[in-house]
């Protein structure tokens, strides 16, 4: 059986809930399939965040898949690289690749999610916040605890009940739409070990 770890993140700076955490918990909801999903939910805490995502992969899932909110994007974003980097240009990790590239098969994942009706984007920068934090800290303790975990992060758009919260006019996407890509996409990597 295909064991996946599935982390989202808290709220943080203004918003009051992440849309990450709401289509994680929406999927718990609903999925009945043959994956064994494991689910986290990790602070906006860079310290903290270090030592969950650690402990986490020291469990050898098959896959990591971690998932942030993206504000104002509207696709779904399936991240390419995770980059040794801070916002204040600091390293994340001294001694450490300058990146990671993922090896999963993100244009079978784009080509699943498009031919489901949810737009998705492949991209190769996913910032240099936490959401990137995720990717490469999860790339780079996979790699050097020799797990066999391969890591993926998905950016997720706003839910609507977010921008209507907030007032502004930001692109939106469905928790049940975000949701049913999450569950695309673990399939989709689950079926390479077929
Ligand atoms: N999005 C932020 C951090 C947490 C989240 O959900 C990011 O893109 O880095």
């Given amino acids: 059986m295909t064991r996946i770890l599935i982390t989202a993140f808290e709220p943080y700076?203004?918003?009051?809930?992440?849309?990450?955490w709401l289509a994680l918990v929406d999927l718990t909801s609903w999925y009945e399939?043959?994956?064994?999903?494991?689910?986290?939910?990790?602070?906006?805490?860079?310290?903290?965040?270090?030592?969950?995502?650690?402990?986490?992969l020291a469990r050898n899932y098959d896959y990591a898949i971690h998932l942030g909110q993206a504000p104002?994007?509207?696709?779904?974003k399936l991240e390419s690289v995770g980059l040794n980097l801070r916002t204040n240009g600091e390293p994340l990790l001294v001694d450490a690749p300058a990146a990671y590239r993922s090896t999963l098969d993100l244009d079978?994942?784009?080509?699943?999610?498009t031919a489901a009706g949810i737009p998705s984007q492949i991209s190769h920068h996913a910032g240099t916040y936490l959401c990137n934090?995720?990717?490469?800290?999860?790339?780079?303790?996979?790699?050097?605890?020799?797990?066999?975990?391969?890591?993926?992060?998905?950016?997720?758009?706003?839910?609507?009940?977010?921008?209507?919260?907030?007032?502004?006019?930001?692109?939106?996407?469905?928790?049940?739409?975000?949701?049913?890509?999450?569950?695309?996409?673990?399939?989709?990597?689950?079926?390479?070990?077929?």
């Fill in 13 to 20: 700076d203004r918003w009051k809930q992440n849309s990450s």
């Fill in 33 to 56: 399939g043959a994956l064994e999903i494991s689910t986290r939910r990790y602070p906006v805490d860079l310290p903290k965040l270090r030592e969950m995502l650690e402990a986490d």
């Fill in 72 to 76: 104002g994007s509207p696709v779904i």
């Fill in 108 to 113: 079978g994942c784009l080509e699943r999610l």
């Fill in 133 to 194: 934090a995720a990717l490469f800290l999860s790339q780079h303790y996979g790699e050097m605890m020799g797990r066999r975990t391969q890591s993926l992060f998905l950016h997720l758009p706003l839910t609507p009940g977010q921008v209507a919260t907030d007032g502004s006019a930001l692109a939106s996407m469905s928790t049940p739409m975000q949701s049913a890509a999450i569950a695309v996409v673990s399939e989709h990597l689950a079926q390479a070990d077929r």
